[in-house]
């Protein structure tokens, strides 16, 4: 018996211990979590240059001005703790309050706004590149929510192309990302076990192709030409709205309701899966908060309540739908899950966001949990997406993943 319990210990702990970390979302009351920094434009993912100074924005819809504190952590390319302790990635400490906050102003919705800059006088630099996930507590040292951002150094050069599906069976409906990393003067041992890829669409980390392994090398080229490995679903063109002037109906916007806080009505959507492909800029899932007639929109632009409605025949397989985007970190949760209306014969949600320009998206997750982000939008190979390459790089006998390269390219120069 105590054979056995040790047995359940020693195999059952490093699995607990290793297990991979996923992003914890925040409760209803935090809203429009942004990272920002010179070269971040607001609502993107955060990819950041190493010693680059950055901030954590987000808003609490209370009126009691919380107390926040937040924790960094340094994490491998697979998102398990690294082995690096604080002191060797962190000059300085964390675990601190958040000191910097304000209140909303002349706005139905109250709120305040937190911003906690890095560096700061208690954390004064992150030393290390890789994969980092701050965390943020309450007064009661509850987790509220986590993020992850990424640190790089621009050790190798790295090159992306996005080409059309090379399977013919999906040429109308996939896209495919072609890599080439040039190491310059950086000496790679192995890479096909020291290197790993890290593919990104649109700044979603969940749909992220990871684990690609070098194809071939050429002289000092680490070459990608994958015809399925590299391959993502194209999808359509996000749907758009914006509601700067909080008062009058915008771009989007069918009418507006005045009641605790503003209520916008969107115009009905309906499914586009079925349809021809039409060209619609967009800014690729992110947002931007934005108000007409103020000086700081941090603290001034107001929240109000958007109402979603899709006009699709119900759903009887069990599958459900929902609406993400960069706004709600592409989550899938009951906040952001439509319901079907059966006397307006179409889905719906309403949920508070704050004033500005907002993409987004309807996605269905079938009985088995599996996303289906073209189901209602469709696939399309003309559609323009934006691609993130990270390339980390662990040489052997080291203890963490660094993160030696970034490379980025749009699908709207898509080629054969």
Not at 58 to 66: I, Q, R, S
Not at 222 to 235: H, I, P, Q, S
């Amino acid at each position: 018996m105590k054979f056995s319990t040790l047995f359940l210990f020693v195999f059952c702990f490093p699995l607990f211990l290793f297990a991979q970390e996923e992003e914890i979302n925040p409760p209803d009351y935090i809203k429009t979590i942004t990272f920002k920094s010179r070269n971040t434009q607001q609502g993107e993912l955060p990819v950041l240059r190493l010693n680059e100074p950055f901030s954590l924005e987000f808003d609490a819809l209370l009126a009691t001005e919380p107390d926040f504190y937040y924790t960094i952590e340094h994490y491998n390319y697979d998102w398990t703790k690294s082995n690096l302790v604080k002191m060797e990635y962190m000059k300085g400490f964390d675990d601190y309050r958040i000191v910097d906050y304000y209140n909303s102003y002349n706005a139905y919705q109250l709120y305040s706004h937190y911003k906690l800059q890095i560096p700061n006088a208690q954390t004064r630099a992150l030393t290390k590149t890789g994969n980092y996930i701050i965390s943020i507590f309450n007064d009661d040292r509850e987790l509220v929510f986590t993020r992850k951002f990424m640190i790089y150094e621009q050790k190798v050069g790295v090159g992306v192309a996005v080409k059309r599906s090379r399977d013919v069976r999906f040429i109308a409906e996939k896209q495919t990302v072609d890599i080439e990393i040039n190491t310059n003067s950086l000496i790679i041992n192995n890479p096909l076990q020291t290197i790993n890829t890290l593919i990104i669409q649109n700044n979603n980390l969940h749909t992220a192709i990871k684990h690609v392994k070098p194809q071939y090398t050429l002289g000092k080229e680490l070459v990608y030409r994958y015809t399925n490995e590299t391959a993502f679903w194209a999808g359509n063109e996000y749907r758009f709205f914006e509601n700067k002037d909080i008062r009058a109906a915008n771009v989007g916007v069918q009418f507006i309701d005045l009641k605790d806080i503003y209520h916008n009505y969107l115009f009905i959507n309906s499914e586009r899966a079925s349809r021809p492909y039409t060209y619609n800029p967009d800014i690729n899932g992110n947002f931007l908060v934005t108000a007409i007639d103020v000086e700081d929109v941090s603290i001034e632009a107001d929240y109000t309540m958007m109402h979603f409605a899709l006009a699709h025949p119900e759903f009887t397989d069990g599958s459900k739908v929902y609406i993400y985007g960069n706004f709600n970190n592409y989550a899938l949760e009951e906040m952001n899950r439509m319901v079907f209306n059966r006397d307006e014969n179409f889905y719906q949600t309403a949920f508070k966001l704050k004033q500005g320009f907002y993409n987004y998206k309807y996605v269905v997750v079938d009985p088995k949990g599996n996303l289906e982000e073209g189901r209602i939008s469709g696939n399309f190979w003309q559609t323009e997406n934006n691609y993130k390459v990270l390339v980390y790089y662990r040489n052997l006998g080291a203890r963490y993943d660094e993160l030696i390269g970034f490379g980025e390219a749009s699908s709207v120069d898509i080629s054969n």
